[in-house]
């Protein structure tokens, strides 16, 4: 019922397409999410999520967690970071994956939705330590698309990998464009 429901707003009412697949059997991944430039990212990951029936995975401080919110925030797929102790952040989410069965991980390395010239590299070192793939998600507003890559295992070279990486999203327009990240060749 909820899965016709997104399926209403998000193709019928809003135009908006899934190209590529999520393999249903990789259950551990992390989801680059390119570009963020607005808040109507959210929704749209909402609804991507809900179409295709998979988990997805958010992290945010573990005071968030806390009464009221935390009940709402794991029913939406978050998962409290908890930074005490020698543990760094890349540290602290590979932790995360080992502790469960199912985690795909969507992050936006871009890190805000202003105009960035560079990426955070967090994204690429949590797939490296937790040694799951990098599944590039484009959120095409040009093209009112979805789109989503073919996984791909970090090397630990990451000028490489990353050139490789971002190929995908090429020519991809997010909501506000002049904030997006370009990716060059």
Same mark, same amino acid.
């Given at each position: 019922?909820?899965? /016709?429901?997104?399926?209403?707003?998000?193709? #019928?009412?809003?135009?908006?397409?899934?190209?590529? +697949?999520?393999?249903?059997?990789?259950? #551990?991944?992390?989801?680059?999410?390119?570009?963020?430039?607005?808040?109507?990212?959210?929704?749209?990951?909402?609804?991507?999520?809900?179409?295709?029936?998979? %988990?997805?995975?958010?992290?945010?401080? &573990?005071?968030?967690?806390?009464?009221?919110?935390?009940?709402?925030?794991?029913?939406?797929?978050? +998962?409290?970071?908890?930074?005490?102790? /020698?543990?760094?952040?890349? %540290? +602290?989410?590979?932790?995360?994956?080992?502790?469960?069965?199912?985690?795909?991980?969507?992050?936006?390395?871009?890190?805000?939705? &202003?105009?960035?010239?560079?990426?955070? /590299?967090?994204?690429?070192?949590?797939?490296?330590? *937790?040694?799951?793939?990098?599944?590039?998600? *484009?959120?095409?507003?040009?093209?009112?698309?979805?789109?989503?890559?073919?996984?791909?295992?970090?090397? +630990?070279?990451? %000028?490489?990998?990353?050139?490789?990486?971002?190929?995908?999203?090429?020519?991809?327009?997010?909501?506000?464009?002049?904030?997006?990240?370009?990716?060059?060749?």
């Amino acid at each position: 019922m909820k899965k /016709s429901f997104y399926k209403l707003i998000f193709f #019928k009412m809003m135009g908006w397409k899934i190209t590529g +697949a999520f393999d249903e059997n990789i259950k #551990k991944c992390v989801l680059m999410v390119l570009p963020h430039t607005s808040w109507h990212d959210f929704y749209l990951g909402i609804f991507t999520r809900g179409i295709v029936g998979l %988990e997805m995975n958010f992290i945010a401080k &573990k005071e968030l967690f806390r009464f009221p919110f935390g009940y709402y925030f794991r029913w939406m797929g978050g +998962a409290p970071i908890d930074r005490v102790g /020698s543990l760094n952040k890349v %540290e +602290a989410i590979a932790k995360i994956f080992e502790n469960h069965t199912e985690f795909r991980l969507a992050i936006s390395p871009e890190g805000t939705r &202003k105009k960035t010239s560079e990426l955070r /590299s967090g994204f690429y070192y949590i797939a490296l330590k *937790a040694n799951v793939p990098i599944i590039p998600v *484009a959120f095409d507003f040009g093209k009112k698309e979805v789109n989503v890559g073919e996984p791909f295992f970090p090397t +630990a070279n990451y %000028e490489q990998d990353l050139k490789i990486i971002l190929d995908h999203f090429q020519g991809v327009l997010g909501k506000i464009p002049e904030n997006g990240f370009t990716p060059l060749n």
